[in-house]
């Protein structure tokens, strides 16, 4: 089986074995691979009487990855209510205080926002949302073998054969 780790590109790929139809690898997850990857894998099953036409098969899936040091923790520091013209002290804190980090703070009035059904925004979300497979894959796997026609009884029930569109 044919695996791969990919996105925008194709990150990584490997041979796998299958045993009793399963097969399992440990993948190492990157930075690169921030927000999510697709693994990909294809399979060839193997034939043992000569027999056409081969099976193949062909699987993704999307693996979402999360990095700890993508999310700002922050506390704020403010009093429960406020009126209007009153003055009051806010204090923005960083756990873990990191060089270069800067914060805007907006204060609007709770109302106006619930009147607009207005969602917060959220900066972490849009920039590590999911992301498209931008891979495209090609499958070669028809032109193995010159055309084949069916010949015989419709599929299903009858004996079955098959019958090359051309001379081998």
Same mark, same amino acid.
């Given at each position: 089986?044919?695996?791969?780790?990919?996105?925008?590109?194709?990150?990584?790929?490997?041979?796998?074995?299958?045993? =009793?139809? +399963?097969?399992?690898?440990?993948? =190492? #997850?990157?930075?690169?691979?921030?927000?999510? @990857?697709? #693994? +990909?894998?294809?399979? #060839?099953?193997?034939? $043992?009487?000569?027999?056409?036409?081969?099976?193949? &098969?062909?699987?993704?899936? +999307?693996?979402?990855?999360?990095?700890?040091?993508?999310?700002?923790?922050?506390?704020?520091? &403010?009093? *429960?209510?406020? *009126?209007? =013209? %009153?003055?009051?002290? #806010?204090?923005?804190?960083?756990?873990?205080?990191?060089?270069? @980090?800067?914060? +805007?703070?907006?204060?609007?009035? *709770?109302?106006? /926002?619930?009147?607009?059904?207005?969602? $917060?925004?959220?900066?972490?979300?849009?920039?590590? %949302?999911? %992301?498209?497979?931008?891979?495209?894959?090609?499958? /070669?796997?028809?032109?193995?073998?010159?055309? $084949?026609? !069916?010949?015989?009884?419709?599929?299903?029930?009858?004996?079955?054969? !098959?019958?090359?569109?051309?001379? !081998?």
């Amino acid at each position: 089986m044919l695996v791969t780790v990919e996105r925008n590109r194709v990150f990584e790929h490997f041979y796998l074995d299958t045993k =009793n139809k +399963s097969a399992s690898a440990t993948l =190492n #997850i990157l930075r690169e691979h921030l927000p999510n @990857v697709y #693994i +990909s894998a294809t399979l #060839i099953k193997p034939v $043992s009487d000569g027999a056409i036409p081969l099976t193949v &098969a062909h699987g993704y899936a +999307s693996v979402k990855v999360e990095a700890p040091d993508t999310r700002l923790d922050l506390r704020i520091v &403010a009093a *429960e209510k406020s *009126e209007s =013209n %009153q003055t009051q002290t #806010i204090t923005v804190q960083l756990a873990q205080p990191q060089a270069g @980090v800067q914060v +805007s703070l907006a204060i609007v009035d *709770e109302g106006i /926002l619930q009147l607009k059904n207005y969602a $917060s925004p959220d900066p972490h979300g849009y920039f590590y %949302q999911k %992301q498209a497979l931008r891979v495209q894959g090609y499958d /070669l796997y028809p032109q193995l073998f010159p055309k $084949s026609r !069916w010949v015989g009884p419709p599929p299903g029930g009858g004996p079955t054969f !098959w019958a090359r569109a051309t001379p !081998w």
